[in-house]
């Protein structure tokens, strides 16, 4: 009888790299009605420096992908290695007694950093992401998508080369979210990172990404994948975008 290898489920931090590999992983979840599989025979490969939107139906495990991805969960089956990885949750979770600039250098002041040399490293980015003049301001001072960069800036400061965004721009009016977006495109063209990107909104994958992977209904895997081979920023009306969104929309069966 030959043995045969089965390869523990796991979970692997991988210093100094800015990939993520998930292989044939399974995730469920002991729910009052029984147990849920969130996730079944998920596959997915980011290169460092990738930018890949998400897309999927409601609960069919995107937030659970972006905790294993982060190390904040581990799969029954399958393997997940990635690099050092920092989670945004969908809501942006500021400190409400903190400035916003001090809720923006708080992975610095956690890591040990002094307060005054914190602040000092947090600050070109609220120069660069309009936050000039708001340093002070405490998050209920702030309009929603400001609390949003805040939130985008501390995410940043962690320093960690993969950043897994939840719905980052969730709950914004359409047009505050376009400025969010164009504001992420200068970020990553300023400080390029790996980024899983979960979003809700087509537009939002196919404008931001470089690929969009579609996940199926629970228990979520891998149906479609679109490269988006087209120069940023990208222009909504972009014949060659809106046909993108049309495939990703048909690949997500919501076909109209
Ligand atoms: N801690 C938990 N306990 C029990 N069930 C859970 C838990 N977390 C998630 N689930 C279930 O697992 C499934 C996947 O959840 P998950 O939050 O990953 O989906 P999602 O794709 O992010 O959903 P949404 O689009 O609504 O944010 C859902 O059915 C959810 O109800
Ligand atoms: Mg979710």
Redesign the pocket.
């Known amino acids: 009888m030959t043995a045969k290898t089965v390869a523990k489920p796991s979970h692997r931090e991988v210093n100094g790299s800015a990939e993520i590999s998930l292989n044939d992983v399974a995730r469920s979840?002991?729910?009052r009605n029984g147990q849920?599989q969130?996730?079944d025979g998920l596959s997915l490969h980011v290169g460092a420096g990738e930018v890949v939107a998400v897309v999927?139906?409601?609960?069919?495990?995107?937030?659970?992908?972006l905790?294993l991805v982060c190390g904040l969960q581990s799969p029954d089956r399958g393997t997940v290695s990635a690099g050092p990885a920092v989670l945004m949750p969908?809501r942006d979770l500021l400190l409400p007694w903190a400035c916003a600039l001090d809720n923006a250098a708080l992975p610095l002041r956690i890591a040990g950093m002094g307060r005054d040399q914190a602040r000092d490293q947090a600050r070109p980015l609220f120069e660069a992401l309009g936050l000039e003049g708001f340093e002070r301001s405490r998050p209920d001072e702030l309009s929603g998508g400001m609390r949003q960069r805040v939130a985008f800036v501390r995410t940043l400061m962690s320093g960690k080369p993969i950043l897994a965004l939840?719905?980052p721009f969730a709950g914004l009016d359409a047009l505050t979210r376009q400025d969010a977006q164009a504001w992420l495109v200068d970020a990553l063209t300023a400080q390029p990172r790996t980024v899983l990107l979960?979003t809700?909104d087509v537009e939002e994958a196919v404008v931001l990404a470089d690929r969009v992977v579609v996940?199926s209904p629970?228990p979520?895997h891998q149906i479609a994948a679109l490269p988006i081979a087209l120069q940023r920023p990208r222009k909504r009306t972009d014949p060659a975008l809106v046909a993108l969104r049309e495939e990703a929309l048909i690949a997500l069966g919501v076909d109209r």
Do not use: N
Request: glycine letters at 20%.
């Open positions: 979840y002991a729910g849920v969130a996730l999927g139906p409601s609960g069919c495990g995107k937030s659970t992908l905790e969908q939840d719905e979960v809700h996940l629970r979520g």
